[in-house]
């Protein structure tokens, strides 16, 4: 019989795929509600860096994210990429940062939630490879003194790494095993087929895909993608609206051990229309 179903046992937590673009928000709009209500979720997280046109996130944008039922928004090395976002996210408490960058970043580095009398801490990380751009701290010494902190105060904790590489990803999944109930790779908006509960209870897959158009490069439009690669140029990229899909995993946790007891991966179908453009 599967842990999954039972009531008062386990804690339900949908990790959502990249939100991308105006496609990502309307996927979320039209079915975010009847998947929560679907699998019973208690946490809804989701990586929100990609919802305004598919780099950043707006402040306007993360208010409709979070009244669309997502609990934590969480980013990587696009969060700041919004001066909208920089100059409100200290009053947004449903956003974090990557808890390793430097002490001075604006915003916050986890969340605590309350969720069936369990203390819940999510926290997310940058790899400090990959990113050129990027500030970030060494994330696994930063792990390992943030998370022994939070296990001390919460009951349960979950993981969000963003990054570029699978072998990155699964190694700080293996560092964490035991420690976090799960860590859940983003950053390269596709849903990989690795999704397992390693040998000490942590749940992991290392990308759990994005929201928005499945059918495209990332959520992205295919032909203003390719034209970049033919003519070298610095070309603004489009969202796609082919194919809706609402992507990501569930997370089964043990309210009592505070570890994992199932990882599903989640595909939804959502038929989705483009609006018409207006002309200026």
Sequence with gaps: MNLFYFIGMSLNVLFLGEIVGRAGIACLKKGLKDLKRKHDVDICIANGEGTTNGFGLGFPHSVQLSKLGIDVITGGEKLYYKPDLVENIAKCSYIIRPANYPPQSPGRSYKILNVKDRKVAVVSFLSSSGFSRSSANNPFTQAEFLIAKLREENDIVLVQFHCATTAEAATFAH??????????????????????????????????????????????????????????????SRESWKEGQIQGVLVCVNEETGLAESITPVMERIKIEKPEEKND
């Excluded at 964490?176 to 859940?184: E, T």
């Excluded at 397992?196 to 992205?220: H, K, P, W, Y």
């Design 175 to 236: 560092f964490l095993d035991g420690k976090a109930a799960a860590v859940i790779g983003t950053h390269n908006k596709v849903l990989t087929a690795d999704a397992v509960v390693l040998e000490n209870g942590t749940a992991f897959i290392s990308d759990n895909g994005r929201c928005g158009s499945a059918l495209s490069v990332g959520g992205l439009d295919e032909t203003t993608e390719i034209e970049k690669f033919l003519k070298a140029l610095p070309l603004r």
